[in-house]
């Protein structure tokens, strides 16, 4: 594929608003990760999720967010949130000059989420009325429904090109940039902007519980004696376009697998997610020997872990740099592949490789590889995997330079 510009990104996770917020994190070793439920010592069982004893990555300040007044029909915790993060690290603003250069009708949003605005459809039937309707605040169709995140960002930015809800559970907002490269490449739009936000409700919460997968502490990725994830909430955009002088980084290659394996676990040789790291590759025209840094799934389940440790390594040799980041923000869902992008991207921009927190044991077979502590380093191609139920995997490789190999 030719590469294709990204020229502004961002990400808002419990570690805090933007880009800086998450690299000092990163530089700190410091969880965004609280207690949740009828132990916690601050105010996280306020959330309507129950009282479940976990840990949770919550962005501070999203209740407080206002949108703008014509958007009030999609007034919701989940867009409010989808506002917070679209207002850091001059996205909008580069936004706004895309649609301006362009044609508002000449850019794309292109968003993934796992359960949408699904936190407001619970609240609605919390409430019930003695009709059994929902309240007159929340009987908003638009907010019920998987595109109430792009229809939302459609009316609050003004771009007003094709609008594309993807949801693939944990891949959806990594399936977003090659929904977007293949847009691009066939001439429809000459931007895109890119992202995905899912905010923490009872449902997935308990469903992960029900699963056996939601650990009672903090998440450990690869580590021997993991024990589960800790789910978190996210925002995160990338605008991507054709080409630019000096955008942050390039994107340089896609690969997307399906494992129809089984509903919730990955193929038990991992398969899928080797066929998608080398389709990424190979799509960009690059070796294995190139990628210097892997951002991996890496949710601290025990099957999932196991499974990607062992494609991992049957790809790349010893002196990859790799990690899982979901010890710091938590398990963000249909966020995940736009967070992990953004901190592959800033790899690309300023060498920072996190560490994979928590993490005191590896698993053998990636300990090698594994980063224990967060180093910088000359990074020129950078490498994330994102893989969902259903094994809908996808990784994305990002690059320094834009010239085709």
Aim: negative net charge; charged residues 15%; contains cysteine.
């Amino acid at each position: 594929m030719s590469p294709l510009a990204v020229t502004a990104a961002t990400a808002t996770t419990a570690c805090g608003l933007g880009l800086a917020a998450l690299d000092q994190a990163f530089r700190d070793h410091r969880s965004g990760l609280r207690r949740h439920g009828a132990a916690a010592a601050d105010d996280t069982a306020a959330l309507p999720i129950g009282t479940l004893d976990t840990w949770i990555g919550r962005v501070d300040a999203v209740e407080s967010v206002v949108l703008p007044d014509a958007c009030a029909a999609w007034d919701c915790r989940n867009n409010r949130l989808a506002w917070l993060a679209l207002q850091q690290d001059g996205v909008l603003d580069a936004l706004r000059r895309a649609c301006a250069q362009y044609g508002p009708d000449r850019v794309a949003v292109i968003v993934g989420t796992s359960t949408s605005s699904i936190g407001a459809s619970e609240e609605a039937y919390r409430r019930l009325t003695d009709s059994g309707a929902f309240p007159h605040d929340l009987a908003r169709p638009i907010v019920h429904t998987p595109h109430s995140l792009g229809s939302f960002l459609q009316a609050a930015t003004g771009a007003a090109g094709p609008v594309v809800t993807v949801a693939t559970a944990c891949s959806s907002s990594a399936k977003v940039f090659a929904q977007a490269a293949r847009m691009l490449a066939a001439g429809l739009v000459d931007a895109a902007l890119v992202g995905g936000v899912d905010t923490l409700c009872g449902s997935v919460l308990y469903g992960f519980h029900s699963l056996g997968l939601v650990s009672s502490e903090p998440c450990r990725p690869f580590d021997a004696s993991r024990a589960g994830l800790s789910l978190g909430e996210a925002g995160g955009y990338a605008l991507i376009e054709r080409g630019h002088a000096k955008p942050l980084a390039w994107l340089l290659g896609y690969g997307e697998s399906s494992d129809a394996h089984h509903m919730s676990s990955p193929h038990p040789e991992g398969l899928g997610a080797e066929l998608c790291m080398t389709e990424a590759l190979a799509r960009a025209g690059r070796g294995v020997e190139d990628v210097d840094y892997l951002n991996c799934h890496g949710t601290a389940t025990p099957k999932n872990d196991e499974i990607e440790a062992l494609a991992v390594r049957r790809v790349f040799p010893d002196r990859l740099s790799a990690s899982s980041t979901k010890g710091f923000t938590g398990h963000t869902l249909g966020a995940a592949g736009i967070v992990e992008s953004v901190v592959a991207i800033q790899a690309v921009r300023t060498g920072l490789m996190p560490a994979s927190l928590h993490c005191d044991d590896p698993e053998p077979v990636i300990a090698a590889q594994l980063l224990q502590r967060s180093t910088s380093g000359d990074v020129r191609l950078a490498l994330n995997n994102s893989f969902g139920f259903g094994g809908n995997n996808c990784s994305l490789l990002f690059g320094r330079d834009g010239a085709q190999a």
